[in-house]
């Protein structure tokens, strides 16, 4: 079945520091690609996606791109703020048959950004 | 526009008794999908709804059913809870739940078995 792996963290940096969360997954198909984000106390928010290889999704300064022959999907900032500490979890969502589809998260990773 | 509502935010209820919980998707999104969230397994997928149709339905025992209305509401109860299904219940909605549209969480629902 497809699985996602990502860093679990939990990941302290420093103000203005750069981030990279590891990512990489199984599928069989030609999955699309996600990294959500939950703070403290909510739901899930969309941070960005990517649809296809080589496709780069980008939203508030963080970045990621499909990497098809190396079935990863990094998740990167140049410089985080705290108001970046939150959990992350990157997704796959592919066909589950009878017209559905269903998301399959990583564990999450955890990061907490200090003044 | 509203975003996805849950009810209630936060329950505690004893081991055997049965649970139900309310989602309400954005408005004109057909879709909707329920998840669990715990510390230790992260987040599964419990079920998928489309205009009243169950389209999917992860690996969970028969304990964990749902619904869905006719105005896209969804329900999802479940029955003989056990301590084990103390978590964060989310629900997502979607316009179609077609492979790369962004899925819409609510907040939760916290249940917490006792």
């Known amino acids: 079945g497809n699985s996602v792996t990502q860093m679990e963290g939990p990941v302290t940096l420093s103000e203005e520091a750069f981030l990279t969360i590891n990512c990489t997954y199984t599928?069989?198909?030609?999955?699309?690609l996600f990294w959500y984000v939950q703070y403290p106390g909510e739901g899930l928010q969309l941070l960005l996606k990517?649809?296809?290889?080589?496709d780069k999704g980008s939203n508030k300064g963080f970045e990621a791109t499909y990497r098809k022959e190396t079935t990863s999907f990094h998740l990167e900032k140049g410089s985080v703020q705290v108001s970046d500490s939150a959990v992350y979890f990157c997704?796959?969502?592919?066909?589950?048959?009878?017209?559905?589809?269903?998301?399959?998260f990583g564990k999450g990773t955890k990061l907490s950004v200090i003044p | 526009k509203a975003g996805v509502t849950q009810t209630p935010r936060y329950l505690i209820k004893t081991r055997g008794q049965q649970v139900t919980l309310s989602c309400s998707p954005i408005s004109g999104h057909r879709s909707v999908s329920w998840y669990q969230q715990t510390p230790g397994q992260g987040l599964q997928f419990l079920f998928e709804?489309?205009?009243?149709?169950?389209?999917n339905k992860g690996n969970f025992p028969g304990r964990f059913s749902g619904r869905q209305f006719s105005n896209s509401r969804s329900e999802m109860n479940v029955s003989t809870l056990e301590l084990g299904d103390s978590a964060l219940y989310l629900c997502?909605?979607?316009?179609?739940?077609?492979?790369?549209?962004?899925?819409?969480f609510g907040q939760g629902t916290r249940l917490t078995v006792v």
């Open positions: 599928a069989t198909g030609y999955p699309s």
């Open positions: 997502a909605s979607s316009p179609l739940g077609s492979l790369d549209t962004e899925a819409f």
């Open positions: 709804y489309f205009s009243e149709t169950q389209r």
């Open positions: 997704a796959l969502s592919e066909w589950a048959g009878a017209g559905s589809y269903q998301l399959t």
């Open positions: 990517a649809t296809k290889a080589d």
